[in-house]
């Protein structure tokens, strides 16, 4: 994907070593991560050793996938991570993924994100079919997913969690 990704008002830009701190509000905060297969960080430094492995992961993905800052566009105020990348690291499923700080929940700033990264997903990089997984108990998910024009599917194993499947066909 060409980084940046700019949306009404929002940027998607690549990581740089300097996001571990204000990153630590996603990966450190128990209200973010009991939503996904991590436990939070401990402490910042934990926070930045998560952040070279997903720095390490996005540069292994093949050209369009990876896991991303997100940012204000007008005070470039650090708001989460967004993603696009093959289910488990292996495929063959494509998903969509949204990490943001508590702090910025409730504006809409996923829903915005998340349906850059299928326009974009659809069209310049030609995918069939995108996912997201996502716990039955996180109500704030479901409804960023079904926004994007995602429909449930059912339930399924991924990542060693009961999940369920949104999923969108290309147009
Ligand atoms: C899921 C998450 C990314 C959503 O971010 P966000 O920017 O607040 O999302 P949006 O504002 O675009 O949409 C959230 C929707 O949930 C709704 N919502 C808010 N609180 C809710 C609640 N307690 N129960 C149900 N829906 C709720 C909002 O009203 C909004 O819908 P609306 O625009 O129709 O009103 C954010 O909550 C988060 O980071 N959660 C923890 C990590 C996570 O769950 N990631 C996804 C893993 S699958």
């Known amino acids: 994907m060409p980084l940046p990704l700019a949306t ?25 991560m009991k939503w996904t297969p991590s436990p939070p960080s401990k402490d910042v ?3 930045r050793e998560r952040l070279a492995r997903t720095m390490a992961f996005t540069a292994r993905q ?9 940012e204000l566009k007008e005070s470039a ?18 998903e969509v993924a949204y990490e943001l700080a508590p702090r910025v929940w409730g504006h809409g700033y996923a829903t915005e994100a998340a349906r850059a990264l299928l326009e974009y997903g659809f069209g ?5 079919r995108v996912v997201a997984l996502i716990l039955p108990a ?8 079904s926004k994007c024009g995602m429909t449930l599917e059912g ?6 969690l009961d999940l369920l499947t949104y999923a969108r066909e290309a147009p």
């Open 138 to 145: 996180n109500t704030r998910s479901r409804t960023v997913a």
């Open 77 to 94: 105020e650090f708001l989460g991570q967004v993603g696009l990348f093959p289910v488990e690291g292996k495929g063959p499923e494509v």
């Open 62 to 70: 093949p050209p369009g996938f990876g896991l991303w800052a997100l």
């Open 124 to 128: 310049e990089m030609a995918l069939r």
């Open 8 to 32: 009404e008002r929002l940027v998607i830009r690549p990581y740089r070593d300097e996001d571990a701190a204000a990153l630590h509000e996603v990966f450190g905060s128990p209200e973010v």
């Open 155 to 160: 339930p399924g194993r991924f990542y060693g």
């Open 45 to 47: 430094a934990e926070t």
